[in-house]
């Protein structure tokens, strides 16, 4: 049985706690992950993918992956292979409680956002 808890309210934003250590905070400036350990980072459907840029930057790899319909995931590992960097935006995704992440393109628009008056999340220029 899964163990979540979730804190807050709708003024401050709400905090949803799983029982393995993870945290997922929703509030004005939209929602982020807390993981406690990540060992992988994968995609779901290679066809979701528009376009994938990788750059090495002195002992670092960063990676840029941007989805159909909007959105991106940007990872970076160091030399050592850790994974040092991990954000996205307008994504979808599965965590697990062995680290295991997997990323996909957003399916669909949240009730509450009119696709004709609000912009949808984009690849970064510098990656277009």
Known sequence: MTDHRITGNEEDGYEVHTGWGSHIQMDANGISTHLPVIRQVGIFDLAEVKSY?????????SHVVCFHGGGYLRY???QAG????LS???VR???DREGNCMFGAYQGIPTDMDDSTQEQPKCPKSFE
Do not use: D, Q
């Open 53 to 61: 840029y990788i750059n090495t930057v002195g002992t670092s790899t």
């Open 76 to 78: 970076a590992y160091s």
């Open 88 to 90: 996205g935006r307008s």
């Open 82 to 85: 850790e994974l040092i960097e």
């Open 93 to 95: 995704s599965y965590e």
